[in-house]
């Protein structure tokens, strides 16, 4: 079965640090993947998708990067966070086609 | 691109009751429209989702109604429990990119 990791469940870094989240999916093959943040009372907010390796798309602009370097992972950077980068974020991945997404658990960061 | 309205942001019920989330959607060529229920602190998970070639689709308590023409899709919860107090999220997504847009949540809120 298809199973999906996300890592660290929490995170407090200071103003101006990098920032490193992976995601992993294991189980499949050539999985759409994606990264949400989830602010609260705003919803799920698609911030990075990736149909294949080194493909990603942004879809807002940011302080935020996204790698896939292999076929089931994805990385979700910050050269220099900022206060506002605080959130939940969520690693998700589906099957190609219209079909259900499967979540991580999610990182809860907070920038201090 | 797509845009997806949920309505209301706060649902208030007491047991027994019936819930209704509402959702419309603005991209015509949307075909695929899941739910999904966030537990306090957890991740996201489908409990159902309906597609374009069908009006209603049910699953024991939960039921998704579909209406192509005015681009508006509900989700009905009967008999609500405690347990179905949560964050529920529409979503819309169509066969040319397969990436789902959420819409901005609802809390719901079953008092016993």
């Known amino acids: 079965s298809q199973t999906i990791h996300q890592w660290p469940a929490t995170l407090v870094q200071p103003v101006g640090s990098p920032l490193s989240l992976e995601c992993t999916v294991e189980?499949?093959?050539?999985?759409?993947l994606y990264w949400y943040r989830q602010a609260a009372g705003r919803g799920l907010q698609l911030l990075f998708y990736?149909?294949?390796?080194?493909?990603i798309s942004s879809e807002v602009p940011q302080n935020l990067s996204a790698s896939r370097p292999q076929d089931r992972q994805f990385i979700l950077s910050s050269k220099k966070l900022l206060l506002s980068d605080s959130g939940f974020y969520l690693c998700?991945?589906?099957?190609?086609?219209?079909?259900?997404?499967?979540f991580g658990q999610g990182t809860r960061l907070t920038v201090v | 691109g797509e845009n997806v309205e949920q309505h209301p942001s706060t649902l208030s019920v007491q047991e027994g009751d019936s819930a209704v989330i509402k959702c419309t959607y603005s991209?015509?060529?949307?075909?695929?429209f899941p739910w999904y229920k966030q537990e306090l602190g957890k991740r996201p998970q489908l409990i159902i989702d309906?597609?374009?070639?069908?009006g209603e689709k049910k699953d024991q308590r939960i039921a998704v109604t579909l209406n192509k023409t005015a681009k508006h899709f509900s989700l009905h919860i009967t008999e609500t429990q405690p347990e179905d107090s949560a964050v529920y999220f529409c979503a819309a997504a169509s066969g040319g990119s397969y990436i789902p847009t959420f819409g901005r949540g609802t809390s719901l809120i079953v008092h016993p």
């Open positions: 991209d015509s060529a949307s075909n695929y």
């Open positions: 990736s149909v294949g390796i080194g493909q």
């Open positions: 189980g499949t093959s050539n999985p759409n």
């Open positions: 309906i597609r374009s070639n069908v």
């Open positions: 998700a991945w589906s099957d190609q086609g219209l079909t259900e997404a499967f």
